[in-house]
């Protein structure tokens, strides 16, 4: 096992982002992820807040481990870990439950506890460095 593997390991918390002019949001329930690798695998078990239903999630560690593929049904998701605390899966929070209509939102996934006080700022540096 590399020295960054186990960096997705264990337990997280993932909280959908919002622009600060989409006022008119609210904050989303969050994504619980409970996440176990096995060679180059990730296994997630994941559900929402407050729900007990559990889904199984497998996904494919890039040769640097610093980062995981998930393929939907019908899209191809990119885990990237932004420092030892957080991860981020753009566009994760998908409009398909808001009827096919507005955007897609990311998804900052943090460590429990004081990290999950950092997501949001751990976004906006994601986007200032990932500006187009």
Not at 77 to 88: G, N, R, S, V, W
Request: net charge negative.
């Amino acid at each position: 096992m590399s020295n960054t593997a186990w960096n997705f390991v264990g337990t997280w918390i993932g909280e959908t982002q919002f622009d600060s002019t989409e006022t008119h949001l609210k904050a989303s329930p969050a994504h619980l992820w409970e996440i176990r690798q096995w060679g180059d695998t990730v296994s997630i078990e994941s559900r929402w807040e407050g729900e007990d239903a559990v889904a199984q999630l497998n996904g494919l560690l890039s040769p640097d481990q610093k980062s995981f593929v998930y393929i939907g049904d019908k899209r191809r998701f990119e885990a990237h870990l932004l420092d030892t605390q957080h991860f981020i899966i753009p566009e994760w929070d998908t409009n398909d439950i808001r009827g096919y209509t507005g955007p897609d939102y990311d998804v900052v996934f943090s460590r429990p506890g004081v990290a999950e006080l950092t997501a949001h700022a751990a976004w906006l540096k994601y986007k200032r460095n990932h500006a187009v």
